[in-house]
């Protein structure tokens, strides 16, 4: 009788094992693909932090092609997808940044800039483009951030002297809107993460 029960046993510990086995050599496979490639978006979330000094190296068409297409994965009201984008390598134009935004001085020493735009003619939800562009652009930190780079969001909007310098510098048409511009470049120097976790601003169900 014992031995039946201890092969019982045997047999039911054999059979759990065979299905957790393949479970674990995938989770395996899935660490070491990421040891390998660009971080997960836990990661990303928890390490990015404002970058605003970078190396001479460019960044690669791929990449930039790669943060965009990032931003325009964002959700946005009604769909409307409004964002529009002007991609700045000139450095006479960034050496012009400074004198519209006196704290982005630093982009005249990046490889490029990003403008992040809203089209007005794009709207499906009127007055929507600026959180749908906000969400476009946090897309292209994080991207930037977990293909290595280093990145900051310099704000224009609503400030109107910064949105009437940006628009002249880059000849904007009048429906389109500056919200932000993203400086980016290889990282000359490096934070460490910090954890903004505060649960004394959360409240439930209600204040």
């Not at 006196?102 to 809203?118: D, E, Q």
Request: charge should be positive; include cysteine.
């Amino acid at each position: 009788m014992e031995r039946g029960v201890i092969t019982s046993t045997r047999r039911k510990l054999l059979a759990l094992l065979a299905l957790l086995a393949p479970a674990a050599l995938l989770g395996r496979t899935a660490q070491a693909k990421d040891a390998a490639g660009p971080m997960d978006l836990f990661t990303a979330i928890k390490t990015r932090r404002s970058v605003r000094k970078y190396t001479a190296d460019p960044v690669s068409d791929a990449d930039l092609r790669q943060i965009l297409a990032c931003g325009m994965q964002a959700p946005s009201a009604c769909n409307e997808q409004p964002w529009r984008f002007v991609v700045i390598r000139d450095k006479a134009i960034l050496a012009k940044v400074g004198d519209i935004n006196p704290y982005a001085g630093f982009a005249k020493s990046a490889p490029l800039a990003v403008l992040v735009c809203g089209d007005k003619t794009l709207e499906k939800c009127e007055g929507y483009w600026v959180q749908d562009c906000s969400n476009c652009a946090m897309n292209m930190l994080l991207a930037a951030h977990a293909l290595g780079l280093g990145a900051v969001w310099t704000g224009i909007h609503p400030l109107p002297e910064r949105e009437q310098g940006f628009r002249a510098l880059c000849g904007l048409p009048p429906e389109v809107n500056p919200l932000a511009l993203l400086v980016l470049g290889h990282p000359a120097e490096h934070h460490q993460p910090e954890d903004r976790f505060k649960p004394d601003r959360i409240s439930q169900n209600r204040w």
